[in-house]
């Protein structure tokens, strides 16, 4: 297996979660991690966090030019409802989840580790309501190398957040 390693501005990404996760005021936990075992559930196997309580921010992009973006921060329990629920908030024709050039280069983070706390401006974020019913959620922090700990009302505080239903399936 190819070794997955942070890309360069990994480091900033983090820092910038970091501090947005400062200015939030909430409680939070940096949970440190071998970037080996960032995938949802290597994490929480190895880390022995349940995987209900573990969330995936999923990047969605449209296939009609100039493609337009959504991410999506679901229970990694469930499965996202790209084709109909994502789509029609998208008022677009097709799309697809992006794949991990395609959201390395629009977020500068890597699967694994990609975090709604970072993104660029302007992308909406449809977040799961199940997620809203939890003690405390596991999100990437940005780079394979952090998760963050932390209550599932952080989403009322990210700029573009919106909680919907729907979303899984």
Known sequence: MAEKTSPPGSALIETNVISFLESAGLPYEIVEIDPEFAD???????????????????IVASKKKPNTFTASVIRATRRLDVNHTVRQLMDTGRVSFAGAEETAELTGMMIGGVTAFALPPGIPIFVDPGLMELDYIILGGGSRSIKINILPRIFDLVANARVVGGLTG
Do not use: H
């Not at 949802?40 to 999923?58: R, W």
């Open 40 to 58: 949802t559930a290597l994490f929480c196997e190895k880390y022995g966090f349940p995987p209900q309580n573990a969330a995936n921010t999923i």
